[in-house]
């Protein structure tokens, strides 16, 4: 599932294109360590993304287009291939991989751009807070 929607701008290693497409790879995994880090991943996919954020120290501008023509079992498979192949050092012991009852509820609920970009604000503030970012 990655290889088909997310290698064009993410690249095959999840390593992203430096200052346009942040990379996914090291860079997700320890916002599992919250529920609001799943519902945000969630929120991402389904809505998309765009504007200025930081990964790692470095920022990026570029565009993600939402992916909600995914059915929710799709949606719940190309996260967990993400963060199990991209992320497994970062993502807690105990993690349970994301279902597609998950992203149901999340698409019942969608965020607009200004909402997602506080629910990310929120959620770097408490990485940090517990010494993960």
């Known amino acids: 599932m990655f290889a088909a929607r997310c290698v064009i701008c993410h690249q095959s290693t999840a390593q ?3 200052g346009i497409y942040p990379p996914l790879a090291g860079s997700i995994g320890n916002e599992m360590r919250f529920k ?33 023509q995914l059915t929710d079992a799709e ?5 967990n291939e993400v963060l199990t192949h991209f992320n497994a050092p970062e993502i807690p012991k105990d993690f349970a991989p994301i279902t597609a009852a998950e992203v149901k509820r999340a698409r019942a609920t969608p965020l607009s751009p200004s909402d997602l970009a506080r629910e990310r604000t929120a959620l770097t503030n408490q990485l940090r807070r517990e010494g993960a970012r």
Request: glycine letters at 18%; hydrophobic letters at 40%.
């Open 16 to 18: 992203g294109v430096p």
């Open 36 to 68: 609001d880090g799943r519902d945000y991943l969630i929120h991402v996919v389904l809505g998309g993304l765009s504007g200025p954020i930081e990964v790692k120290g470095t920022a990026y501008n570029g565009l993600m287009p939402q992916f909600s």
């Open 75 to 79: 949606i719940a498979t190309v996260l």
